[in-house]
């Protein structure tokens, strides 16, 4: 059944399977029972057999094995019984001392991504690269150790940082690429970043053009908005978390700079908060886009106001990005919740979630932190700008 129902889990075929001798499965059998080099589990539910699992151990690298024919019925599919035969089988690595435990799916099968990845699996960019049709996971008690949500912020912005750096030090090819956990992989040329007001979008502009008061640009980057406030007689503070980008407005003439994480800044009030580029992502997910918002009262001045912009990800018709936003929603997660690395000269950022958020979601989400919201321009491309204004405690 299982060969038929999923014919690429597996290394053979439902046809040589039938065809196949019983010693010749005793013997496979047998051979997985005993020692320490291989093993199969499966999983029962009553009676039958609605789950399997193996593990090969390699030949030359004895700490690492890979797993294979792995399978779960598809009404057992995110169940106990699922759980525990994947338990079982990396407690077996781990007590047999196969400290580093391959996968391999085929390449959008963000189902199974998903899976893998409550297990403390990661892609392996050496390898994710080179193969076309499949990915390899990889478990190691290092990946254990990264957080769900991608290690530190600060880390994750490190190869963007420095592609930033170069850029300004005359490196005009620099280009950072972002992988998505599904394996897909997105170059992003650095001059973006160093964009002239000349080059601002028609909502770039309307942003600036709604800047008032004393403005603080979060998440600056290399401070094209800051310098252009600052070029219009305005007062501007810019802060990011990346101290590359720091260095760079420093550098580029920017007044008033500061590294900071946007959760642990105090100052101000300010008249305006600016969060352009999809910035807003930083949050991470609905309850940092909750905890950045409750944060925000702090920051801006009762008749102050947020700008920021962001992107309705339904607003595609691309197969793989439609793909990931049911692998989300089957997940659990809001659809827009991003799940990415940089990577920059092989030097590879832990993964980290960014959110693109719908304009509804994000009313939503504003009335109930007593925000007011406008959507104030709206793009073909899914991209909107939203105005926030703060609801006095009375109203
Ligand atoms: C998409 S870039 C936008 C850069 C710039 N605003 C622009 O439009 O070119 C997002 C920026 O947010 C910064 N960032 C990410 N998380 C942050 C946080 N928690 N606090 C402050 N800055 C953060 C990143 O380092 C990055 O420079």
New binding site residues.
């Given amino acids: 059944m299982s060969l038929k129902e999923s014919p690429s889990a597996f290394s053979t075929t439902y046809e040589s399977a039938v065809n196949r001798s019983l010693e010749s499965w005793c013997e496979q059998a047998d051979s997985t029972a005993t020692g320490t080099d291989r093993c199969t589990f499966l999983a029962f539910s009553d009676e039958s057999p609605v789950g399997i699992t193996a593990i090969y151990r390699d030949k030359c690298n004895r700490e690492e094995g890979e797993m294979l024919q792995v399978w779960v019925s598809p009404d057992f599919r995110g169940s106990e019984a699922a759980r525990e035969l994947l338990d079982t089988t990396l407690r077996w690595c781990g007590e047999n001392g196969i400290l580093r435990v391959l996968a391999t799916i085929a390449r959008g099968n963000v189902r199974a991504l998903k899976f893998y990845r409550k297990y403390g699996f990661d892609s392996e960019p050496a390898t994710s690269c080179d193969a076309a049709s499949s990915l390899v996971l990889v478990r190691t008690s290092k990946n254990l150790r990264i957080p769900i949500e991608g290690g530190t ?1 600060d880390e994750a ?1 490190t190869p ?2 420095l592609a930033l750096l170069d850029f300004f030090n005359g490196d005009s090819s620099a280009k950072v690429v972002a992988q998505r956990e599904d394996g897909l992989r997105s170059d992003l040329p650095t001059s973006v ?1 160093f964009r002239a007001p000349t080059e601002f979008s028609p909502l770039e502009q309307t942003a600036l053009a709604l800047c008032r008061g004393e403005v603080l ?6 401070g ?2 800051s310098l252009a406030i600052q070029d219009r007689g305005m007062k501007v503070w810019a ?4 101290s590359q ?1 720091v260095e760079i407005m420093s550098k580029r003439g920017v007044k008033r700079v500061q590294r ?4 642990k800044f105090q100052a101000g009030p300010f008249d305006t908060l600016l969060l ?4 807003l992502g ?1 949050v991470a997910n609905l309850p940092g886009l909750d905890r950045f918002l409750h944060h925000a009262h702090n920051l801006v001045k009762p008749d102050g106001q947020i700008l920021c912009d962001s992107l309705d990800v339904r607003v595609t018709t691309e197969p793989i990005h439609l793909a990931y936003q049911d692998a989300n929603r089957q997940a659990g997660c809001y659809f827009g919740e991003i799940r990415m690395q940089f990577e920059y000269k092989g030097q590879l950022g832990p993964f980290f979630s960014w959110l693109h958020v719908d304009a509804e979601t994000l009313a939503e989400h504003a009335k109930k932190t007593r925000w007011a919201c406008r959507i104030v321009r709206r793009e073909g491309n899914g991209d909107y700008l939203a105005q926030l204004t703060p609801i006095p405690k009375t109203a």
């Fill in positions: 912020m912005m963007y940082g970043f640009d979060v998440g600056a980057g290399a094209c908005h802060i990011d978390i990346s980008g900071a994480d946007v959760f352009l580029m999809h910035g930083m």
